[in-house]
């Protein structure tokens, strides 16, 4: 059963729809959570559904691809996103301008005869290289090619880290916060080392600015408001005429708003008492004088502060064109407001500079001394990471190799080097510390431990991947794993321990597995079967999730290579029984 916590947490691939790629004209295939296997005869188009997934994974497109007849092909993958989305998923959508619905996305690819491709993430239109960026975090390729990663080495020392989990993630926080107040720090004796070279220039530009932020005082929002009272006082005298024919309106003494209603209110008030619906007539009309007071008090203090300054226009101009000159000569932006705010900032910031610049010297050593100290803290952070990564090392070696014994590769050996630089240098901290990881692998007794691109063929990386899978799959990010000749060379009990392996990383995540073996096969969750129509095509009804009495007649054929042997489907029923006695 697939974990319910790696279910409700993980993102998922959903389904692949495919048209025009070659044998496959038309087809739609839904992946589930838990171990999917997808089987077929050689040539059926089990190899076409890895191309077509490695397209919506912004693969290199390829105009051969296409199908005969067709003009283009068109693939899509739908994803579930984890939840909750993390952070890289969440800003790469957002700078695409991806809206997620329902959790989902949709990464799409086409390619036409003249080799022309187009990317789109849920509709938008993107490149290949965001389909790539994207797909990265969600689900992760291991075949022969794709396998390759392994062997740089900021992949293996991010294997390492995740196995490390919680651990070496809070002291890696901690080490990136350290590094940052350092170079902060670097940053600025550089910056005052260099101002110091032209001081006096520096102090005369400083100190002007300075005294004429002081002088001028501005506001944060004062350009604004003044372009406001500007417009206001440009229409004063429409504003004056409205102003004094509404107060008119209110106060007539024969036809005014507030007269009328006083005597509406004075012939209900006589009659208070004796109706309780003409008595809430009379309540309404007595609220609506009072606002009318308030409002007629609000329009002659109005008329009052249109009267009070005449000379408030010419004053607000005058003021407004010094705030302009003075955003224009210390802002840098083209857009009056964000320069207008970039002036003040620097005027808030220039005391301060002229205290670093007058302290010159002494700041400059105030600082050296800081950043010798900080220096220290860091050094003692990154070893901190490296004595975290070196003892996690030593187990996680030891894990991968008894994964490995069950995975037909009983004389494998790995080893685990974590190489540090001495920190010496400041080039030497980088944002993962100081250590580079270095993992070697030999497949065979008595071979000496190489690096993974020298030591292991398409098929013994393949396994390698899949038990350092299974070691730290409770950690790793990543939600769907897809395996290609992940059996390649193993049969009888050693790829009977391949599927147990497989089906044990899929209760942590989603496992797509193309196979050859029934001792595989069996351990599906979900079983999806490819073949050919008799004219050669694979379509929609040829990629199918076949039903548990259709699972003994595949692995029969897997295990005979002939359709209906009765012996074959004794076995086949022998060995999925095997996984039912598992699973109970």
Not at 258 to 283: F, V
Not at 472 to 477: G, L, M, Q
Not at 508 to 531: G, N, S
Not at 550 to 579: C, K, P
Request: proline share 2%; charged share 30%.
């Amino acid at each position: 059963m697939v974990s319910k916590k790696s279910a409700s947490t993980r993102s998922h691939l959903q389904e692949i729809t495919i048209r025009g790629l070659g044998v496959i004209d038309n087809a739609q295939v839904e992946f589930k959570p838990g171990l999917n296997v997808i089987t077929g005869e050689t040539g059926a188009g089990k190899t076409m559904l890895l191309t077509a997934l490695n397209l919506i994974l912004g693969g290199k497109a390829d105009s051969d691809l296409v199908r005969t007849g067709q003009e283009r092909l068109t693939t899509s993958g739908r994803f579930i996103l984890p939840n909750p989305i993390t952070p890289e998923i969440s800003e790469l959508l957002e700078e695409n301008d991806v809206i997620i619905e329902e959790g989902e996305v949709l990464l799409n690819r086409n390619v036409a005869k003249d080799g022309k491709s187009r990317a789109m993430v849920s509709g938008i239109s993107t490149t290949a290289a965001i389909l790539h960026e994207l797909s990265a975090h969600l689900i992760e390729v291991h075949g022969q090619h794709a396998n390759q990663v392994l062997s740089k080495p900021a992949k293996q020392r991010e294997v390492l880290d995740s196995y490390c989990d919680s651990e070496i993630s809070t002291a890696l926080q901690e080490y990136r916060a350290e590094l940052e107040e350092y170079l902060s720090l670097k940053k600025q004796i550089e910056d005052l080392t260099k101002a110091s070279r032209d001081k006096e220039r520096l102090l005369s530009e400083l100190s002007e600015l300075d005294s004429e932020y002081r002088k001028l005082k501005p506001g944060k929002d004062e350009l604004s408001e003044l372009d406001n009272l500007i417009a206001k006082l440009g229409s004063i005298e429409e504003l004056r005429i409205a102003a004094t024919g509404a107060s008119e309106a209110l106060n007539h003494e024969e036809q005014g708003g507030l007269n009328s209603l006083q005597h509406s209110k004075k012939y209900l008030q006589a009659a208070r008492g004796k109706d309780p619906y003409l008595d809430e007539i009379q309540e309404r009309i007595s609220e609506a004088l009072f606002n009318l007071i308030d409002a007629s008090g609000d329009l002659q203090r109005y008329l009052d502060s249109l009267e009070a300054d005449p000379n408030a226009l010419e004053n607000a101009l005058q003021r407004r064109s010094i705030l302009l000159n003075f955003a224009k000569k210390y802002g840098t932006s083209t857009d009056r407001q964000v320069s207008y705010h970039e002036a003040i900032e620097r005027g808030i910031l220039a005391g301060e500079r002229i205290k670093d610049l007058d302290g010159g010297d002494e700041r400059i050593a105030q600082l050296a001394n800081e950043v010798d100290k900080r220096r220290d803290v860091l050094l003692k952070c990154a070893t901190r990471l490296t004595m975290i990564r070196e003892a996690a090392a030593i187990k996680f070696a030891k894990q991968v190799e008894q994964e490995l014994q069950v995975l037909a590769m009983p004389k494998a050996k790995l080893s685990v080097a974590v190489n540090s630089r001495t920190g010496q240098s400041d080039s030497d901290f980088q944002s993962f510390g100081l250590d580079e990881v270095q993992i070697l692998f030999s497949a065979h007794s008595g071979g000496e431990l190489l690096p993974i691109a020298k030591a292991a063929s398409g098929g013994e990386l393949s396994r390698l991947m899949l038990g350092i899978e299974v070691v730290i799959a409770h950690s790793y990010p990543v939600g769907t794993y897809i395996f290609d000749e992940v059996d390649a060379g193993v049969g009888g009990k050693a790829a009977l321990d391949v599927g147990r392996r497989l089906k044990r990383l899929a209760d942590e995540a989603q496992v797509i597995v193309v196979t050859h073996l029934p001792q595989v096969a069996l351990w599906a969750d979900h079983h999806i079967k490819v073949e050919k129509n008799s004219d050669g095509v694979v379509t929609e009804s040829s990629i199918r999730a076949i039903s548990d009495a259709e699972r003994e007649l595949e692995i029969a054929r897997m295990l005979s290579g002939v359709e209906g042997s009765e012996h074959a489907q004794e076995h086949a029923r022998e060995l999925l029984n095997l996984r039912l006695a598992a699973k109970a």
